[in-house]
């Protein structure tokens, strides 16, 4: 890159060496202590070379630096690019280190040359001058010419590679501070042609000053990129399976003690599931050996597309694979959703060649710490689980503990019927009341969504809405909530109550892929001519802080759409008053905890008092959810509240008996 030095030099002037700035014909045209022209400067038995390195500069623009005599004494000169074909040198005085080094040559170069005579490279550095010397050796290890590295520390640093460099000053500080005899670490260094060669550096310093602290060090640099390509290749052979290029089991078990070890810090499950292919010696009797590893390849590569990057795949051997999964956060429906995804995705056909084959896999599952305390105990467990799934007719996944695979199976049972539900009409819609305190506010309701489940009787939303969300009926279910309480809305507007609203709520990830299609929903939503505000969406803080949602609450097709926004649940953790100024917002819901903790003259009272008046100076309107007695409704109505919803008041109803409750009010 070159630099940009504008023609006022106060840049340069901060310079703490001399400078003198040049066209390519070496014309001096700014300058700090110079003389006015180059030769009457630069010794003449350096000059040949430095006219060689500029015509080599001018050619590449690439910055460049040499060792002369300058003046009379030694500096080192660094050359820099500059825009408008100028270059920059700047010159550093490096006579004392000359001198020394002069004195110091003769015993020096015999151990120097002693040390070069072993293959490996030799660095002198000085280190309260900031200097570094390199061996003729040292530099032919990466292909580099003397003056292709200024003599610094800095300069061979910037040669290493960065993910080396923090270990590198660990290890150089250990050794400065005396907590090592001798320095030693292993590095990578970039060579000229940019390929990188492992090292191995040794050094010691030499001479420290009466404080202690260091002056010079030496040490070398011994070639050892060939022993880590083999060690790489060593520790690739012991770890991974040749075949399928999987981890093996002797890295599995490292892996798994890892997991285990934070899952018990961290209170976290461990899912193992062990995975054995169904009748795969019949690929190999039928089609051959060589089609049979190439299943094996096509299944490795299957299982791990079935799994997170942080998740563990290996091969033990033949057609038995291990899955790990850790950091379990949701529990048993992450390793059911796995654990089916695998035993659909290895049921396809694999193509193999010309020719295809069909397996299924039997999986067993065991989890920690549930079914095992150690990694050993887990291993045996998932496999008693495996053979139970192979005896059981295979082409499925078994848990361990009974317990869980009883609820594995309820919990399939319940998706499969849940899947159905829909198509059999057993969802109904509830519509609980909330008591408004002035005759002049337009009535409303909160819809409820429940399930008429043949067997098992009404269920509320908590047994069947978090399945609904793991297997994606979310959407479905919610599409056919917002219609059907949409279609009931238009009906009771025009029959009963011309300005009643409903309150819906609605998944953070429905309302992530409806905010796509929002201009969809309008449109559905505009068959039934609500006008705006006939429809109250209920929302959590979270939601409406969540970035991937923002737009859609700024959309004015959400109000064209006939929906305002309530803020449900505030005051449960930790609220933000600055939501109360989200644009669109109409209402807010305190939540549970805050009605069921007032009191006259308590915390929560105090808190309501002030939350009300400042949602009233916003035009806000406050509801009070989950009221339970008559005397909390008393003080709610005194502290200024304009709506409550709870049992006690009026219970949730179905749409005839909502009717009547309209008709009665
Ligand atoms: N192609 C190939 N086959 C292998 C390899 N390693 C083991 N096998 C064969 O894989 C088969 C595995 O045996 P099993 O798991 O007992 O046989 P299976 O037919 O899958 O029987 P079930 O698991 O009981 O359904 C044996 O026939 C082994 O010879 C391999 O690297 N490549």
Known sequence: MNLDVSDDDTLLAALPHPWWVAN?????????????RLEDAIAPEHWAEFQRRWQEGIETRRPWGLQLQWLGRWHWLAMQPLQNELWLGILTDISALKAAEAQLHEADAVWK????????????????????????????????????????????????????????????????????????NEHRVRCKDGS??????????????????????????????????????????????ALTDLPNR?????????????????QLRVALLALDLDHFKAVNDSLGHDAGDALLRQAAARIKACVREVDMVARLGGDEFVVLLSELGEGPAVVERVAGALVHSLG??????????????????????????????????????????????????????????????????????????????????????????????PPEAEVLLRWQHPMLGLLGPDSFLPLAESTGLIHEIGAWVLKQSAAQLTQWRRELAPDLRLALNLSGTQLRQWGLSVTDWATRLGQFSLPGQALVLDLREAQLRDPQLQDLFKLPALRAAGFSLALDDFGSGDSALACLSHPGLGQIKLARPLIQALRPDSRSDRWITALTELAHAEGLHVIAKGVEQASQARLLWELGVDGLLGQHLAPAMDAEAFSRWLQER
């Open 250 to 266: 002797r890295l599995l078990a490292e892996r798994l003690d890892h997991d285990l070890k934070k899952g018990q810090r961290e």
């Open 113 to 184: 040359l002693a040390l070069e005579a072993t293959g490996d490279g030799v660095w002198d550095w000085y280190i309260q001058s900031g200097v570094e010397l390199y061996s003729p050796g040292f530099l032919r290890i990466y292909g580099y010419a003397a003056d292709d590295i200024p003599p610094s520390p800095e300069a061979m640093d910037a040669l290493t590679h960065p993910d080396d460099r923090a270990q590198m000053a660990l290890d150089r500080a250990d050794h400065f501070e005396g907590r090592s005899a001798i320095y030693r």
């Open 348 to 441: 396809q056909p694999f193509e193999l060649g010309l020719q295809s084959a069909q397996v299924s896999c039997s999986i067993g599952v065991a989890l920690y710490p549930d079914d095992a305390p150690d990694a050993a105990t887990l291993f045996k467990r998932a496999d008693q689980a495996l053979y139970s799934a192979k005896a059981e007719g295979r082409d499925g996944y078994r848990y361990f503990t009974r317990s869980l695979q009883e609820a594995a199976r309820s919990r399939a049972r319940l998706g499969d019927e849940l899947r159905l539900a829909l198509a059999r009409h057993e969802f109904r819609l509830r519509f609980q009341p909330i008591v408004m305190r002035e005759r002049g506010l």
């Open 196 to 241: 990188w060669k492992w090292i191995l550096t040794r050094g010691m310093v030499i001479a420290r000053d009466a404080q202690g602290q260091p002056l010079r060090m030496v040490g070398t640099h011994t070639d050892i990129t060939e022993r880590k390509s083999s060690e790489t290749l060593a520790w690739r052979a012991a770890n991974f399976d």
């Open 24 to 36: 390519d014909d070496q014309l001096l045209l700014r300058r700090q202590s110079s003389p006015e």
